[in-house]
């Protein structure tokens, strides 16, 4: 039996105790921190905040143990020098080595993981984005690193007594969490979340997203059964794991995740089946209590409807007979907050062509046969009828795999880099939207929702086969050690196991954010520790044990000697760079405050200070794309007020408060950021967009033609993002200014196959054909066209501009009749009663005109305004009765 358990630990001086003392007590704090902290003072309230405690505490964690090597060089100095015995000195070198040893069936795949990582990183079509990883989600190397460490810090810290320590802490910080979101469900909440209010019944508790908050407790609850069963009789701790058992199934049903609801089945299924008989019938009253909550609950969230997470998954497959009406549904709430990613201030349209979003974007309806073809005339994918037939989020879960799949194509080997996917998504998803004819559900992703696609797009078949190669690995270990183990460990084992696997199965349908992320590999460095026992250590010291000791002696020390001061660097080294990191980690944090500083001054329309924040914000962290966005967007924005306000393109005297120099420092300064952005990011549309737009402005209140330039940056940023339809409807504006109405035409006609339900493209394409020649009757089509598409629209502009068109043609009777609609919509519209009395004069509807000059006396009331003094005007010049 001595062969079978590490090599002992010789006694530990009193600095490498208290090393050992401090990177203990900070693993627990690390497991405690990123699940319940979160920092209303910054933007990224539940994300950025977490993630820098992660990164501030796993490295003073490296800091700690780096130096705790340097103190045990020091001391096997000393043992040379004292020449001990070579079994003493064996002993202190395999102690070092500890964490190395124990994670032998976990280490090989884990190092090959971060290897395989760290190429991808070096080979990514963003390397700097996949080391440091996007914002809100730091998915980056990074990341990866620190959670590797975390994972041999458990190994070679945490010992087997400690195991239920940890555990008891993990349960009791989930059920915090629970507490927290139960209070949330009531409206109970010191904090009101703008998202929680949106979710209504489905709780974000300390994570910030119902998805993350019910995978985190569906990883705890095999834990929580592990504490009720590894007892044979009742005790009082049995009734308080009971007591959180219910406590956090609650709180688990008021998120109303799917994912993690099958997570949670299976894990318990997998839980109950291992378990074993005779553990289950060891106290059959424990038993039935367990499986009574667990059961009772989730049929009585399931019998509700608002709480029913059945429900959800029912409502996402279309019966057969609705085949024809597909296309009238939007992704989930869950699916757009998790994956939006930029910010921006609301932008002011500029005349002409309109930008206004009426809300009919998700009816889409289908386009001419001859699009949904490839080359050879045939439709295009054998998937197209599947897509067709799904409804709710399942159809753009639908379409993002198959962007995925597209990616994978166009990069096998090692995919696209970690944390990028979100640069090239909108390229591939504009081709299987076009083939599938769907343009539901197009946010911007970050995430491919499935474990097996999203390491396969940023790792690449390596990455995919790493991941395959750690489950396996993982599996093997669980089974050697359940084999082994007495009936006690047996169920810490299979509880620990299952936890595991609730993540594994959440994230074929998610994705990991860092409190869940840590968590796993929390549990799976405690199952290394658990399994330890069962893997032999003799085979690691086989060879030196062959050997006379006065050999070991001699080769150890020599090796020692040669290497002592190359440890003692190296962690030197270690101890500084994590110093560094926790410095930049602090900028970064820093930076996120004055950013949410600088929306609350935007939002207040004090826009000098909120410029003056932004700008600290990017000299503070100049590499996140979001910071320098919204700066961009804020300059864009002021510049495209005082041009509006100016009225005039081409005047150096602009009105009101702005100055030419102001509003030509603004795009200066736009066109700086965003090209700085470009050099970065080449892949990055906004800031494509951005230099568009900034150059259009400058064409319009410049003597200089900055038109060729703006067109060249607004078809990069098509390019990049080919269904962004703001990006069409500018560019066809410009055209349209630029007296290039076929290239205007044939843009807006691209931006109506992106958007087909938006109202925007019609009115604008109506107005191009009006300004070309006063093709009124092509005008007249087009809204026509739309009209007939959707005869439930109450979209006023659509009638209002059709009745302009009637005007300019002379066509009276029917300009009244679009009138007579947008009174119907609007019985408070001033201008369409004016136009109205003008129809009815044209027509010679003297009594009609009587009428509607009293209805708008009526609206303006003691106003003295235009239309007020011309309903009296046309009343004193109507011939009497």
Same mark, same amino acid.
């Given at each position: 039996m001595e062969n079978n358990k590490l090599p002992a630990a010789p006694e530990t001086s009193g600095s490498g105790l208290y090393c050992d003392r401090v990177i203990i007590a900070i693993l627990f704090v690390v497991i405690v921190t990123t699940t319940l902290y979160f920092d209303i003072h910054i933007y990224s309230v539940f994300d950025l905040s977490k993630i820098t405690v992660l990164y501030i505490l796993t490295f003073t964690i490296l800091a700690v143990w780096s130096i705790k090597t340097i103190i045990s060089c020091q001391r096997k100095k000393c043992i040379n020098s004292t020449h001990l015995s070579s079994e003493s000195a064996q002993k202190?070198?395999?102690?070092?080595?500890?964490?190395?040893?124990?994670?032998?069936?976990?280490?090989?795949?884990?190092?090959?993981?971060?290897?395989?990582?760290?190429?991808s990183t070096i080979l990514s079509i963003n390397p700097y984005l996949s080391l440091v990883g996007t914002y809100k989600r730091y998915g980056g190397f990074i990341s990866t690193i620190v959670y590797v460490s975390l994972f041999f810090a458990i190994v070679n810290?945490?010992?087997?007594?400690r195991i239920s320590l940890l555990?008891?802490?993990?349960?009791?910080?989930?059920?915090i969490a629970s507490v927290y979101g139960i209070l949330q469900h009531f409206g109970i909440d010191y904090y009101h979340w703008s998202m929680f209010s949106g979710y209504g019944t489905r709780v974000i508790g300390t994570f910030g997203h119902p998805a993350f908050f019910s995978a985190f407790i569906t990883m705890t609850i095999p834990l929580i059964l592990v504490k009720i069963f590894s007892s044979l009789n009742f005790r009082y701790s049995t009734f308080l794991y009971i007591g959180i058992l219910a406590l956090v199934t609650v709180a688990f049903y008021y998120t109303r995740t799917r994912a993690s609801f099958l997570g949670l089945i299976i894990s318990s299924l997998f839980f109950?089946?291992?378990?074993?008989?005779?553990?289950?019938?060891?106290?059959?009253?424990?038993?039935?209590?367990?499986?009574?909550?667990?059961?009772?609950?989730?049929v009585y969230f399931n019998v509700n409807n608002e709480s029913s997470v059945i429900a959800r998954f029912t409502g996402d497959i279309r019966p057969e007979s609705l085949d024809n009406n597909f296309g009238n549904e939007t992704s989930s709430l869950q699916d757009v907050d998790l994956t939006r990613q930029e910010l921006s201030p609301p932008s002011v349209p500029l005349d002409g062509i309109v930008d206004t979003d009426y809300g009919l974007r998700q009816h889409s309806p289908k386009l001419p046969p001859d699009y949904m073809k490839d080359r050879n005339g045939q439709a295009s994918g054998w998937y197209v009828n599947l897509i067709h037939r799904l409804t709710g989020s399942s159809k753009p879960r639908a379409l993002l795999y198959l962007t995925g799949l597209s990616i994978i194509h166009d990069y096998p080997i090692l995919g696209i880099g970690p944390d990028t996917l979100s640069m090239i998504y909108y390229r591939y998803l504009s081709d299987i939207c076009k083939k599938t004819n769907e343009y539901v559900g197009t946010e911007k992703q970050t995430r491919m929702h499935n474990a097996f696609l999203d390491a396969t797009v940023s790792g690449g078949l390596v990455g995919l086969g790493v991941y395959l190669w750690f489950i396996f690995a993982f599996a093997r270990m669980i089974w050697i050690g359940s084999k082994s183990a007495n009936e006690t460990d047996k169920i810490l084992i299979i509880g620990l196991c299952a936890g595991c696997l609730a993540y594994f199965v959440q994230n074929q349908f998610s994705f990991g954010h860092i409190p869940i992320i840590t968590l796993f590999w929390f549990l799976a460095a405690m199952s290394v520790v658990v399994c330890s026992k069962s893997y032999s250590s003799s085979s690691i010291v086989k060879n030196q044990e062959d050997l006379p000791s006065n050999i070991i002696h001699n080769s150890t020390v020599r090796n020692k000697n040669l290497n002592r001061y190359l440890v003692i660097a190296i962690s030197g080294i270690v101890v500084c760079l994590m110093i560094l990191l926790v410095a930049l980690s602090m900028y970064r944090y820093k930076a996120d405050y004055y950013f949410k500083r600088g929306l609350r001054l935007?939002? +207040?329309? $004090?826009?000098?200070?909120?410029?003056?924040?932004? *700008?600290? /914000?990017? !000299?503070l962290n100049p590499f996140a794309l979001s910071y320098s966005h919204i700066l961009n967007d804020v300059y864009l924005k002021m510049a495209k007020i005082a041009i509006i306000k100016g009225r005039?393109? +081409?005047? $150096?005297?602009?009105?009101?408060?702005?100055?030419? *120099?102001? /509003?030509? !420092?603004?795009?200066?300064?736009?066109?700086?950021?965003a090209e700085k952005v470009q050099r970065l990011y080449p892949g990055d549309y906004s800031s494509a967009s951005t230099l568009g737009q900034a150059y259009y402005f400058l064409d319009k209140i410049s003597d200089k033609d900055m038109s060729a330039e703006a067109?060249?940056?607004?078809?990069?940023?098509?390019?990049?993002?080919?269904?962004?339809?703001?990006?069409?409807?500018?560019?066809?504006?410009?055209?349209?200014?630029?007296g290039l109405y076929n290239d205007a035409i044939n843009e807006i006609n691209n931006a109506k196959r992106v958007l087909p339900g938006d109202p925007a493209a019609y009115i604008n394409l109506a107005k191009v054909h009006m300004r070309d020649n006063k093709r009124y009757g092509d005008a007249e089509a087009v809204l026509l066209e739309f009209i007939s598409k959707y005869p439930d629209h109450k979209i006023k502009d659509i009638y209002k501009l059709?009745?302009?068109?009637?005007?300019?043609?002379?066509?009276?009777?029917?300009?009244?009749?679009?009138?007579?609609?947008?009174?119907?919509?609007d019985q408070e519209d001033l201008e369409a009663y004016k136009l109205a009395i003008i129809a009815n004069i044209k027509l010679k509807r003297y009594d009609n005109v009587r009428n509607l000059c009293n209805r708008l006396l009526d609206l303006t009331g003691s106003q003295n305004n235009s239309y007020n003094k011309y309903a009296k005007e046309i009343l004193g010049a109507l011939p009497d009765k």
């Open positions: 202190g070198v395999d102690v070092e080595h500890n964490a190395w040893y124990k994670a032998r069936p976990l280490r090989l795949p884990i190092i090959v993981l971060v290897l395989a990582c760290g190429l810290f945490i010992d087997r007594r555990m008891s802490v993990i349960i009791f910080t989930a059920g109950f089946s291992l378990v074993g008989k005779k553990n289950l019938l060891a106290s059959k009253t424990k038993t039935i209590v367990v499986i009574s909550i667990l059961v009772g609950i989730s935007h939002s +207040n329309s $004090k826009i000098d200070e909120a410029i003056q924040s932004f *700008e600290t /914000v990017v !000299s005039v393109g +081409n005047t $150096k005297n602009m009105p009101g408060n702005y100055t030419h *120099e102001q /509003v030509t !420092s603004w795009l200066t300064n736009a066109i700086n950021g067109i060249k940056h607004f078809k990069r940023a098509i390019m990049l993002q080919p269904l962004q339809f703001e990006y069409r409807n500018t560019l066809a504006q410009l055209y349209a200014d630029k059709l009745c302009d068109v009637y005007f300019k043609t002379t066509k009276w009777g029917k300009a009244l009749s679009q009138l007579e609609k947008v009174i119907k919509i």
